[in-house]
């Protein structure tokens, strides 16, 4: 998942990178007791970095951190979803609480010149083989979650409830929380009243957490387009009905769904990231197929852009004379992933408890992303009874952030090969947060 470049720059303006140290509260050790913890959590760091797995092959690591939470004492149940884990904990009177930390790493040759950088080769769904890398940040997101557990283990005695923390499988292809949901995480477990994640951020400096109520990202739906003509020789256009053509008619068109049929205060994005089509200069093919990428918010926005692809596209064709039995086939991929939508006053509440803990400089609302994430499952699988919240915990060392913003230098992004977090403070920086906000719902 990537974070959108307006993340950054809601951030420029501000003194994070001035701000980023602030007192904790004088009541409680949490942060001083994961200090304590940090070099044991390195270690399960850099070796969830060195050997990261891709979607639903998450079987080693699924291991380990399974081995991690019956230690402490969770139920742990392994396989939910295929690789996904569920450890749950009761203790008493009180909510559910549900924390979750995403596995899988992603088919990118690793960069970043780190000792312990991953050399993992791996045979993609594809039959590809690819390097593998934790290019997302999801080691931190497992550390921060085994430090989560560690503290509130720890303090068993000041809460009540029952905890459930998950281990979920294939983010990067949005379909692992929907496995684990079909694999009755809320029918054979309890069923969450909160639920609760994190995300590492690559375009904000080390320790700053962002929030934003309501959408924080958007729908991602992939749609294919194979456009069909009739192919012939480049010399006799006037024979054909030129496929290449009509796509570029299509490409040109579909800008409009958002530029002229959208509330322009109605955010989306269509983006057509492939155009394949014909294999010789003197040759005109009988077909070409476009591959999209559309994001949106709302139900009704999605729903109005996708209807407006499958409209360009067959109103294109009939302007270029194609027959009705050659008209596009549009094909729209299963593994949507819906929009995430954090419960506003939640967020807010949760938010403002944040910056009693870390400052008001380190904790900042911030824009919508069009990045997708399929946290967002969790709450749309009973958003009447479920209440939800995922923000971020910037992950760049400061004095570079800092740099970076004053000489206009790029930074890496998730995904990138180069992108290496200050990992301590990012699982820091989480655990605390996460820890925090979990005792403050669970109190006795």
Request: net charge negative; hydrophobic share 45%; charged share 20%.
């Amino acid at each position: 998942m990537k974070v959108a470049h307006h993340l950054a720059r809601s951030l420029a303006a501000s003194a994070l990178a001035l701000g980023l140290v602030a007192t904790a509260h004088a009541q409680d050790t949490i942060r001083s007791d994961i200090a304590a913890d940090m070099p044991g959590l390195m270690e399960i760091y850099r070796d969830l970095h060195a050997n990261p797995e891709l979607s639903f092959q998450e079987v080693k690591t699924a291991a380990k951190l399974s081995a991690e939470a019956r230690r402490l004492g969770f139920e742990v149940t392994e396989g939910v979803g295929k690789t996904g884990v569920v450890a749950v904990m009761k203790n008493g009177p009180g909510p559910v609480v549900m924390l979750r930390a995403d596995m899988d790493g992603l088919p990118v040759v690793e960069q970043t010149g780190l000792a312990y950088a991953s050399k993992v080769r791996a045979m993609s769904p594809a039959g590809i083989e690819t390097g593998v890398m934790h290019a997302c940040g999801h080691d931190t997101h497992m550390t921060g979650w085994v430090a989560t557990a560690r503290q509130l283990v720890k303090r068993k005695a000041e809460w009540s409830g029952t905890l459930v923390m998950i281990l979920q499988p294939a983010e990067e292809i949005g379909s692992g929380a929907l496995a684990m949901l079909e694999d009755g995480l809320y029918t054979r477990f309890p069923k969450p009243q909160y639920v609760l994640g994190f995300h590492d951020a690559a375009q904000a400096p080390a320790g700053f957490i962002g929030y934003t109520p309501g959408f924080a990202l958007a729908n991602v739906d992939s749609v294919d387009i194979k456009v069909k003509g009739l192919g012939g020789h480049g010399a006799y256009p006037q024979s054909t009905k030129d496929p290449i053509v009509l796509g570029a008619r299509i490409v040109t068109t579909l800008q409009t769904l958002i530029s002229r049929e959208l509330d322009p205060q109605d955010a989306a994005v269509v983006t057509v990231g492939s155009f394949q089509a014909g294999a010789k200069h003197n040759i005109i093919s009988d077909e070409a197929t476009l591959l999209l990428t559309v994001r949106s918010y709302s139900d009704e926005t999605r729903a109005k852009i996708l209807e407006g692809i499958k409209r360009i596209a067959r109103g294109e064709a009939i302007a270029a004379g194609v027959p009705d039995d050659k008209m596009p086939m549009v094909t729209m991929s299963d593994t949507f992933t819906p929009a995430v939508f954090n419960s506003p006053d939640f967020t807010q509440e949760q938010a403002a408890y944040l910056k009693t803990r870390f400052g008001e400089k380190r904790v900042e609302q911030v824009a919508p992303s069009m990045g997708g994430e399929d946290f967002s499952r969790f709450y749309r699988a009973d958003p009447d009874n479920i209440t939800s919240l995922i923000f971020w915990v910037g992950g760049v060392p400061v004095e570079e952030y800092t740099k970076a913003k004053k000489e206009g230098i790029e930074m890496p992004s998730l995904h990138s090969p180069f992108w290496a977090p200050e990992a301590d403070t990012v699982i820091a920086t989480a655990a605390e947060a996460m820890t925090a906000m979990t005792l403050k719902l669970m109190a006795k």
